[in-house]
């Protein structure tokens, strides 16, 4: 079946401006999870949706991270004023409820000029 | 608070040699812990997982891995590598020992695979 998707792939963007990154989730699983991975500082946790319930946003790293998970599927990532250490690639997991595997999708590279 | 160190950021071995990732987890309850596969510009793959079943694990791949709570440590082995395991590995631990919960990652390694 389908897998994890995320668009774009890759996302050039010069340092103050907004971007908005897309998950699309495995069919049927209710968590989602959004991952940084950058150079020095490795894979990081941002942000976690379980069903409806409030989204753990412990691992935001800054006012300028948001997201959003619309009917309880598609997710979007939101970095507002994007600065160059925000360039990384965020990735994209999802489970479900209460499973232990979380399957991971290609990931959007993202580069602040 | 849970942590993963992985030993060696890069580890190099001919085709057919013994391959040997390790990990070492840090955790106040009993941990969940997994190792995941990464090829280049691609997503992570699992591997396999160690969620308080049987100790040694088996994956995908021909790979395995032991939990060993004595010495806090979960290795990846494989007894014969393959061009094709060539990529990058992280082991991680569950946030709560529960499923659902976010995934706490090692720094990497990287597997070169000589012929």
């Known amino acids: 079946g389908a897998g994890v998707s995320q668009s774009p792939s890759n996302k050039v963007t010069e340092k103050g401006k907004d971007v908005e990154l897309r998950c699309d989730p495995i069919?049927?699983?209710?968590?989602l999870y959004w991952y940084r991975q950058s150079l020095g500082q490795g894979l990081e946790f941002l942000i976690y949706f379980q069903g409806n319930s409030a989204p753990d946003k412990s691992g935001l790293p800054s006012d300028r991270f948001s997201a959003e998970r619309t009917g309880g599927s598609v997710s979007t990532l939101t970095i507002q004023r994007t600065q160059q250490e925000d360039s990384a690639v965020y990735l994209c997991a999802s489970s479900f409820k209460g499973a232990d595997t979380q399957y991971f999708g290609p990931g959007t590279r993202l580069t602040v000029l | 608070a849970q942590s993963v160190t992985q030993l060696g950021s890069h580890v190099s071995v001919s085709e057919g040699a013994l391959v040997l990732l390790r990990c070492n987890y840090s955790s106040s309850v009993p941990p969940y812990l997994f190792w995941y596969v990464q090829y280049p510009n691609q997503g992570l793959q699992l591997l396999l997982k160690y969620t308080s079943a049987a100790t040694l694990v088996k994956g995908i791949n021909g790979f395995e891995a032991e939990f060993k709570k004595s010495e806090t440590s979960f290795h990846l082995t494989k007894p014969s590598a393959h061009m094709s395991d060539a990529a990058e590995y992280f082991c991680a631990v569950s946030a709560f020992n529960q499923a659902g919960t976010a995934l706490i990652f090692g720094k990497g390694t990287t597997l070169s695979v000589s012929s």
């Open positions: 069919s049927g699983h209710t968590a």
